[in-house]
């Protein structure tokens, strides 16, 4: 079992910088991944960015490079994602995801492969 906690949400506003993270507690492995999604209003929850939790080794979604960050503190057993240049369509719910391996890219990009889900913490973004 995993439990995922997420927090560091609010309100900010355009252009700024926000950090959100998730606590991990439970078994992870090597094969563990960790994954950032989000779901804006009215929209279908999508993917955001991933990290292999043994390497560090990253992936995000093409749209989002240069602004999010993924990393991880294997001593704090958190995973965090790293906002620059918040615009307004980035207001949504950030969720944390916990799966494993092994898997392709297309794979790692959906809900379905992630077992454990945290509750969410809620980004706005205003203007």
């Known amino acids: 079992q995993v439990q995922l906690v997420e927090s560091g949400g609010g309100l900010v506003q355009a252009g700024d910088s926000l950090r959100v993270s998730c606590t991990v507690s439970?078994?992870?492995?090597?094969?563990?991944?960790m994954a950032w999604f989000r779901q804006a209003p009215g929209k279908q929850r999508e993917y955001v960015s991933r990290?292999?939790?043994?390497?560090?080794?990253?992936y995000t979604a093409d749209s989002l490079k240069g602004r999010f960050t993924i990393s991880r503190d294997n001593a704090k057993n958190t995973v965090y994602l790293q906002m620059n240049g918040l615009q307004l369509e980035d207001t949504a719910v950030y969720y944390c995801?916990?799966?494993?391996?092994?898997?392709?890219?297309?794979?790692?990009?959906?809900?379905?492969?992630?077992?454990?889900w945290g509750q969410g913490t809620r980004v706005t973004v205003s203007s």
């Open positions: 995801a916990a799966g494993s391996g092994p898997g392709t890219s297309t794979q790692y990009r959906s809900q379905q492969k992630y077992d454990y």
């Open positions: 439970g078994d992870t492995f090597d094969n563990t991944v």
């Open positions: 990290i292999i939790w043994s390497s560090g080794i990253t």
